[in-house]
């Protein structure tokens, strides 16, 4: 399988290629040529498979002659042996017609282990055959950064360097990065917002000093494998529930669109996807977008579901191209004009497009209060606040009841503890996994907001490209 970029100039790459970059050298996102799919006879015979197996199948059109069929069905037994439920991403029924996709029971209790653990192993296998080191940079403001160094810790070939805003994450989320102790992993707490580490991430990359040296990596979700892995669970999801004989609708709490651009992803496969339903925060530029076209930026208000806090959605990109006729020229002129003055109209083929699939909706606070105690009190369940502002617009969404709405449960209460606390009067216990994590030490530097620093930092540890 060959990937293009979304703007249109950057070189074609092969999947390990498109895997190692991460962002395309035009400033694009990487997108397979063209979509794989299965017929629905290929679809039923997937039914029963164990999460592993199921993933390789349908990965494999997407990975091509990068790994073997051996290879890649052994790395994702190695990634999903990690996880402490045996179906990997469970499903819980909350009444008739709505479900809950259990995508916490990775290490860091956030649905981003189901595609990081997987892409640590990527690069690992890859850069052992190049003979190549890379050095990951990242910013975080909370679940990436503890993902991404779960997945990576101890990883031959492979540095990590992560930011978070000094003082600004919770104390769960810092422990669960400054806790693992592993000679490659680096981890900063940086004087200022998570905006300005970005800043410093992003110059980081841009810098031909830098850049000429050490081979750079990106472990955010414009990372195309990232999204090929969360393609699995919309299959798994869909096939416990009848499919391919009947539709399912999901739900996504979204913040960067990666989450629920893999559903469209399955969508285009084959499967038979009735709706995807974008859930946002009052952080709601995708709802404006999806409901009226409008997609432009503010300020971001900070609420209890951070992990969607977001104005500007890197991997929406992939949905405005594939829908606007795979046009990269017109996306890279698109693009600029959105960048110099944040805001843009879509088009009509890319309002008509996204149509076909997409419904939005918003959640302010206290609606998702509401719904984490509808959840308690009718269903058992205690939801962490971005799985509550997914299943808020699934409730709200009015669908077909013959349908099973399934809404995704991207993160375990205990994650936001007092957030949840607040709501319903009870403070979920962390699972027995991460039990002894306030019992660990902790390993930080501190730095202050300069780009000098932070570069460095950087270059004095990181090991050369090769
Ligand atoms: C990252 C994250 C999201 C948003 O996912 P996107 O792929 O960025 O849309 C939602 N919920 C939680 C808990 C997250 O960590």
Do not use: W, Y
């Given at each position: 399988m060959e990937y293009i970029s979304t703007r249109g100039s950057a070189e074609a790459l092969d999947f390990e290629g498109a895997t190692l970059a991460?962002?395309?050298?035009?400033g694009g996102l990487y997108l397979p040529r063209e979509w794989p799919s299965f017929a629905p006879e290929e679809i039923a015979a997937?039914?029963?498979?164990p999460y592993a197996q199921l993933a390789a199948k349908i990965m494999a059109p997407f990975v091509g002659g990068s790994l073997s069929a051996d290879e890649l069905l052994a790395l994702c037994e190695e990634a999903y042996g990690r996880?402490?439920?045996?179906?990997v991403t469970p499903l819980a029924q909350l009444d008739e017609q709505q479900w809950l996709l259990e995508l916490f029971h990775g290490p860091t209790l956030a649905f981003k282990d189901v595609a990081l653990q997987l892409l640590g192993l990527f690069f690992e296998n890859f850069l052992s055959r190049r003979k190549s080191n890379l050095t990951i940079v990242g910013a975080t403001s909370g679940d990436t950064g503890s993902a991404a160094i779960d997945a990576v810790?101890?990883?031959?070939?492979i540095d990590i360097f992560m930011l978070h805003p000094a003082g600004r994450i919770s104390d769960v989320q810092r422990r669960q990065m400054t806790t693992?102790?592993?000679?490659n992993v680096y981890n900063i707490a940086m004087d200022g917002s998570f905006d300005d580490a970005q800043a410093m991430v992003k110059r980081m990359f841009g810098d031909a000093d830098v850049t000429g040296r050490f081979n750079i990596g990106a472990v955010n979700s414009i990372n195309w494998a990232r999204l090929m892995a969360q393609v699995v669970y919309y299959f798994a999801a869909a096939l416990q529930l009848g499919s391919p004989a009947c539709k399912v609708a999901f739900s996504v709490p979204t913040g960067n669109f990666g989450d629920v651009f893999a559903g469209y992803v399955a969508a285009q496969m084959g499967?038979?996807?009735?709706r995807l339903i974008v859930a946002t925060n009052v952080n709601d530029i995708l709802h404006r977008a999806i409901s009226d076209g409008d997609y432009s930026a503010g300020e971001v208000t900070p609420t209890v579901a951070p992990s969607m806090d977001?104005?500007?959605?890197?991997?929406?990109e992939r949905l405005l191209f594939d829908c606007g006729g795979r046009d990269g020229d017109a996306m890279a002129e698109q693009m600029r004009a959105f960048e110099a003055s944040k805001a843009m109209q879509l088009t009509n083929a890319q309002r008509e497009g996204a149509a076909k699939l997409f419904t939005s909706s918003r959640t302010d606070g206290e609606q998702l209060s509401q719904t984490l105690r509808w959840a308690h009190e009718n269903a058992g369940q205690v939801l962490d606040p971005h799985t509550a502002i997914g299943l808020h617009a699934a409730l709200e969404?009015?669908?077909?009841?013959a349908i099973p709405v399934v809404t995704l449960a991207?993160?375990?209460p205990a994650k936001f503890r007092d957030a949840v606390e607040r709501a319903i009067g009870q403070r979920p216990a962390l699972p027995a996994r991460v039990g002894d994590l306030f019992a660990r030490e902790e390993a930080y530097d501190e730095l202050p907001g300069t780009y000098e620093a932070v570069r460095d930092y950087v270059t004095s540890r990181a090991t050369p490209a090769n």
């Open positions: 991460g962002l395309a050298s035009d997937m039914a029963g498979l996880f402490s439920h045996k179906a810790a101890g990883r031959e070939g693992v102790r592993a000679p499967l038979p996807i009735e977001i104005q500007v959605s890197s991997n929406f969404a009015q669908i077909d009841p991207t993160a375990h």
